[in-house]
């Protein structure tokens, strides 16, 4: 019989207990083998690996490379993690696996070896859905995965004449966690910046209260062991009735700044007081009336008393010499260019209307015009930029590069904006630049803590990673700081779905559907659909029509259920509409695809996808979990198309052998 001879690496798994069970309960222990093979069997082969044979309850599976055995064996326990998290304790599926890399005899369709023994021995040595694996593989996987390994030691294996050292794969470690309100230590105290009331003549100043209210969120977020809420969440009190303390209690928070501004001319007054949510009781206030020329000091003036009544008043901190305020110096001299970046900073955190966010672009197109070191009027105009080519107002990558180029420059002038990393870290995460992302998105959180966006990104970052259990974590975390942000709100509530917690997806979507409608029905639709449930996705495609009728997502959904509902001309009219706007510069190309893919026409879907990831708009969430594209997961060219797309995902090591 003819063998051959080569290096490979040298997987075998098993599932936990299953001898026991099925002694117990035969019919539950083939049951669960069988979801064992579904499960396990696509991954193989997205990562390259060959099957040999199945062992009972597990398999023997051979790889021409350590790294990707490795990035496979990662792969199937955070898959079976999120099997597990949507079944009850009962149909629990805990797995081992062992892998090991040498000189392997292929005989017959069979491979033996001392590779294959060694590897069969470390096996049972990995905890319940875990990974071990030999000194062999770790030496040539450690520099080239972003993984945590750790050792437990040397161990004599049965039949082996040498002792091995063994490693773990920490699973669920792929990267450092972000930090959390939940886990800083002592917590911080929470603080809401309310909406300065305008007491300017002129009305065309309330801008300027507005603008200045979004300052002082920013300068008080500096102060130390203080989280201040995010614009988006204080504005709704704007001219609000409700007490100090029923806004604290809405908020979560233990002390409120609150005030007027009166601008006029080259004058500003501005009175602010610092006020106790629970007793409503004045902590301290002030009174300014300067130039507007002052107006940078009257922010540094304002944020120091924080900090001194923050840790003399609130924390009852023995007296002694106060923090010392934190203070910047001013971004621009020119007065004119700081009151039309204010301007435009109310135009785009009101969102009121497509034009009014173009107006807002123009405005911080000329506040950089009059200064072009200005830069945090460069950081809005590339978040405006963004938001524009993300609505398909504006040519998509047009925009980004635009952005991009306004972001660095901002950093050249100002590398300590806390914003600027922040819109960078979101458009490397849209552009599939993910290494950057994430350094991007911890250094937004190292200058300002209060800023929730980061956090977003970051649970991105780790749902594409597989792990939503971080990913509801972070974004748990990006609710507390900004509890009325419709890009978390909408992401939470999905992410749950994919995490198998319909139930508290259910509950939270009814809580969050009068703040975030058309995102929620989006979700619900693709829920119910993914239920066969046509009844409850028409109705939540109605609103979604209703509210947003020209949206992609609409199209999309509206298509699908027309398809089930055995009408399929409705989904080609809109595959013909996203044509025509991709055309225009519209990055709506997997919208298409999804679309061919509920038509049947999958190779048309696949080259949809295969464009979307070459243009940095792969689905990614989508593809990995929504119940809709559960069938497309298994075809080779979708496993090879997201095993291209997280090679992107991991920063480059030298090359070597593997």
């Keep these: 019989m003819a063998s051959s001879r080569r290096l490979a690496a040298i997987m075998f798994t098993d599932i936990v207990g299953y001898t026991k069970l099925g002694q117990e309960d035969e019919e539950a222990a083939l049951r669960l083998r069988r979801e064992h093979q579904a499960l396990v069997r696509p991954i193989f082969a997205a990562f390259g690996g060959h099957e040999v044979k199945t062992l009972g309850d597990g398999f023997l599976v051979e790889f021409a490379s350590a790294v990707e055995s490795v990035r496979c064996a990662v792969e199937i326990q955070r898959a079976n993690a999120r099997r597990n998290g949507s079944v009850g304790p009962r149909d629990q599926l805990l797995l081992r696996i062992g892998l090991h890399a040498g000189d ?17 021995r470390i096996e049972p040595l990995a905890d319940p859905g875990g990974i071990s694996l030999s000194a062999t593989v770790y030496q040539q996987v450690r520099n080239k995965l972003p993984m945590v390994f750790e050792t437990v030691g040397v161990r004599r294996l049965k039949n082996v004449e040498e002792p091995v050292e063994i490693y773990r794969v920490a699973v669920g470690a792929p990267r450092t966690p972000a930090p959390s309100p939940a886990n800083e230590g002592p917590q911080p105290l929470r603080l809401a910046v309310l909406p300065l009331a305008n007491l300017s003549t002129e009305a065309a100043d309330h801008f300027f209260a507005d603008g200045l209210t979004d300052e002082l969120i920013s300068r008080t977020a500096q102060v130390p062991q203080v989280r201040v809420i995010s614009r988006t969440s204080v504005q709704r009190y704007k001219g609000s009735a409700k007490s100090i303390r029923e806004v604290g209690e809405e908020l979560d928070v233990g002390v409120a700044l609150e005030g007027s501004v009166r601008k006029s001319g080259n004058r500003v007054r501005i009175a602010v007081q610092l006020v106790d949510v629970r007793s409503e009781a004045g ?19 304002i944020a120091g008393h924080v900090a001194r009544a923050v840790t003399t008043h609130v924390r009852g901190a023995p007296s002694g010499a106060p923090p010392p305020a934190p203070s910047a110096p001013p971004e621009t001299s020119d007065m004119e260019a700081y009151s039309l970046f204010l301007h435009g900073r109310q135009l785009f955190g009101e969102k009121g209307s497509l034009e009014g966010i173009r107006t807002a672009l123009s405005l911080f197109e000329s506040s950089v015009a009059r200064d072009p070191n200005f830069a945090r009027a460069r950081v809005s105009l590339a978040e405006t930029l963004l938001w524009l080519a993300t609505e398909g107002a504006i040519h998509f990558r047009e925009a980004e590069d635009r952005a991009d180029r306004e972001l660095h420059r901002a950093l050249e002038i100002n590398e300590s904006i806390a914003e600027a990393h922040s819109t960078l870290a979101a458009l490397c995460l849209g552009s599939d630049r993910f290494v950057e992302c994430e350094r991007e998105a911890r250094r937004a959180m190292e200058l300002n803590p209060s800023l929730a966006d980061p956090y977003r990104w970051l649970a991105q970052l780790a749902a594409g990673d597989g792990d ?32 198998g917690r319909e139930a508290d997806a259910l509950a939270f979507w009814k809580e ?7 995102r929620t029905n ?26 947003r009728p020209d949206s992609p997502w609409t199209l999309l959904y509206r298509g699908i259920l027309a398809v089930r509902q055995g009408d399929p001309a409705i989904a080609r009219r809109s595959i013909a509409q996203l044509e025509d706007r991709q055309r225009k510069g519209e990055m709506v190309v997997f919208f298409i695809g999804f679309l061919h893919y509920a038509l049947g026409e999958v190779d048309a879907f696949i080259a949809s996808m295969e464009y979307a990831l070459r243009h940095g708009v792969l689905p990614l969430l989508e593809l990995l979990y929504s119940p809709l594209y559960a069938t497309a997961r298994q075809d080779p060219r979708v496993q090879d198309i997201l095993r291209r797309q997280r090679q992107l995902r991991e920063p480059s090591a030298p090359e070597g052998p593997s």
């Design 512 to 518: 969050s559907k009068p703040r975030v409608q058309f």
């Design 468 to 499: 939503l259990g971080d990913a509801i974590r972070l974004l748990d975390a990006a609710r507390h700081l900004n509890p009325d942000d419709a890009n978390v709100l909408s992401f939470y509530g999905r992410a749950l779905v994919y995490a």
């Design 104 to 120: 392997v005899v292929e005989e017959g369709g069979d491979v033996v070896g001392d590779a294959v023994n060694v590897a069969s």
């Design 283 to 301: 902590i301290w206030s002030m009174r300014y009336d300067r130039p507007l020329d002052d107006i940078f000091a009257i922010q540094d003036d």
């Design 522 to 547: 989006a979700h619900m639709s693709e829920y119910y659909l993914g239920k066969n449930d046509l009844g409850q996705a028409e109705a939540s495609i109605r609103e979604m029509e209703r509210i």
